[in-house]
Every structure is written in C-alpha cells, then in structure tokens.
C-alpha cells in the first residue's frame, strides 16, 4: 500500500503537468481564457489534494477549491497562499469548458502567482 507521503507526491505531480500547459497556453493570445483557466485550476485543486493526502485527510472527488479549503479549515491545517482567492479559479473547473456560462475575463498574471505561489508551498510542506 502506499503511504501518504506517495500519493501526495503523486498528485503534485500531476499538478505539474497542469502547470506546464497553463505555462504554455498562457504564452498565446489565441487560447481561450477557459482552456487557460482550467489548467490553473487544476493544477491548484491538485496541490491542495497532495496536501490533504499527505496529512490523511479524507475528500471526496470533487474539483471545488472551497470545499477543498473547507477541510483545511476543519482538520486545523495551515491555509495555503492566495486561499482567499481561490474561489476565481473555481468557475473554470468545468462549467467554462463547455461555456455555458459568462465569466470575467481571467487576469492570466494574478492565476500564474496564484498557481506558482501554491505550487511552491505544497513543495515546502511535502518536504517537512
């Protein structure tokens, strides 16, 4: 069985992945803010999922950041940077990838600080 430890490296692996599309896609004009957007969100969605697996924390499937937070919250966990602005990214989950719904354009500067910022402490708290 794998250990915490595993899984949660596991998953900010896969945040990485995210991060180098966002990275790439966040370089053209020609891409939509969703597709952007969505990248950025997953990848963080990721690094809160890596951090709640590390501490054993169990969560549902879900791509809700505030639900996510939530449990930080509840389980006495440190708050990740930017957790206050989070909820921005969390639009870009699902529904604006089939555009169903209108948005407000999405500030590509602000989600890669908030995507490198998180990004970095989940390395940090992985390697206490």
């Known amino acids: 069985m ?15 992945q995210d991060i180098k599309t966002f990275e790439v896609l966040i370089e053209s004009d020609e891409i ?3 597709q952007i957007g969505f990248h950025a969100q997953q990848a963080v969605e990721k690094c809160l999922k890596a951090i709640l697996t590390l501490k054993e924390v169990e969560f549902r ?3 809700d950041l505030d639900e996510l ?14 957790s206050d602005d989070l909820d921005e990214l969390n639009p870009y989950a699902v529904a604006l990838r089939y ?9 590509k500067e602000f989600a ?10 989940t390395e940090e708290m992985l390697r206490e």
Do not use: C, Y
């Not at 209108?102 to 500030?107: A, H, K, Q, V, Y």
């Not at 890669?112 to 402490?121: A, L, M, P, Q, T």
């Open 2 to 16: 794998k250990q915490p430890i595993d899984l949660a490296r596991r998953f900010l692996a896969l945040a990485d």
């Open 32 to 34: 939509a803010d969703s």
């Open 61 to 63: 499937k879900t791509h």
């Open 69 to 82: 937070l939530t449990l930080f919250e509840t389980n006495s966990l440190g708050m990740p940077p930017h």
């Open 99 to 107: 555009d169903l719904f209108d948005t407000e354009i999405l500030d």
């Open 112 to 121: 890669k600080k908030i995507v490198e910022k998180v990004r970095s402490w």
